[in-house]
């Protein structure tokens, strides 16, 4: 008991630290100019940005990094509270507050007397005191369209069509079979390029959305995570480019299209073993 109290009395030290050292730097005298310079706005791809360097340091296994970019992920944190102090408008405080009283409302059968027997329960219970708490239950706040929107507006474009197609589908807007899937595949296809031939530039980025769609349609049904598959893309992408580079004896601006495929092609089969 006596160590558990030690070591979360140097939590709270060290997270004192951070306040004030972020305080510090907003401070109008002596302060830092980047610092100061910062808007809620202006930081929003900081948080974004570093939210993805911990899923990537998570992935990693790698200890040291994942405490690292926790870190880095909670300076965002207390960065834009510290904004809101300035302004009046909350503190850390009410942040902390906030998420802890609603865990606790949402865990009714740990911090309450209710009683569930799955996981599926836990999901719906939780979403139900969701619901409730947004005041969602006028007859448009029901409505699935509503429900979806939230998706398009709160998350990344590949992860927003995933949980939008979940949700159309789970209330029976869905295929019969992937034979269904691969026709709409085929028809957004031939329609973009169709569009690239004869239509307008908006059209055309309207019917290469519809193609993109479709093809994480495909993905939901084989149960692929596309931002998964295309994250491993990019990854293999590099690594066939640092071959080309070390079978390179000069730049590669300086090959011709034939030669960086013999190159590209080379890599592949080096990484293949």
Known sequence: MESNQRQNTEILAALQELIDVVAKLRNPDGGCPWDLAQTPQTLTPYVIEEAYEVVDAIKS????????????LLLQ???QAQIATEYQ?????EVAAGISQKLIRRHPHVFGDVSVASVDEVRQNWEEIKAQEKGEVSADSQKLSHKLSGYTRKLPPLMATMKISQKAAAVGFEWDNIDGVWEKFHEELQEFQQALAQETPEEQQAELGDLLFSVLQLARWHNLDPSEALQGTNVRFIQRMEKMEAFANRPLSDYTLEE???????AKRQLRK
Not at 61 to 72: N, P, R
Not at 89 to 93: A, R
């Open 260 to 266: 960086l495929e013999a190159l590209w092609q080379e």
């Open 61 to 72: 296994e790698d200890k040291q990094a994942i405490a690292e970019e926790l870190g880095d």
């Open 77 to 79: 944190v207390v960065l």
């Open 89 to 93: 408008h909350f503190s850390l405080k």
